[in-house]
């Protein structure tokens, strides 16, 4: 039985990609980590006037089809659950491309959940749910 399976096209298709998923995922975490890990050496702190708060910074574009649709309200709902206790920076990456360069932005949209001190520590590439941004946010205060 088990040696037809092995010879079976569909089972090595299937194994095939679960191998390509499973690279990709393990991608997209190394991507975090070491976007992480960069921005970390070069003591980046989004913005001065944070008043000792953590931050949620949020890059988009006036295109991004899901920035609107999935990343925007879920923010807003993260700013319901969080109240005054974080601040939100909204960056368009197309007008500020230098920023998003600083940031290791390479899509949108993009959040970083930054802590009081400016120290980043957790990055999402792609659409981030509320939950998930709270969770984050939770696990800096």
Request: hydrophobic share 45%; with cysteine; proline share 7%.
């Amino acid at each position: 039985m088990l040696p037809n399976l092995l010879t079976n096209p569909i089972f090595g298709r299937a194994l095939l990609a679960l191998m390509v998923i499973a690279v990709g995922l393990l991608a997209y975490r190394l991507a975090g980590y070491f976007t992480l890990a960069w921005l970390r050496t070069r003591q980046m702190a989004p913005d001065s006037s944070s008043n000792g708060k953590p931050v949620l910074l949020y890059f988009t574009t006036p295109t991004c089809a899901p920035c609107k649709t999935l990343q925007r309200p879920a923010i807003h709902r993260l700013q319901e659950l969080a109240g005054d206790r974080l601040q939100i920076v909204e960056i368009d990456a197309s007008l500020q491309p230098e920023i998003a360069d600083q940031w290791g932005v390479f899509s949108v949209p993009t959040t970083f959940i930054v802590d009081s001190n400016g120290a980043p520590r957790y990055v999402n590439h792609g659409v981030a749910s509320a939950e998930k941004l709270f969770d984050q946010f939770n696990h800096t205060v």
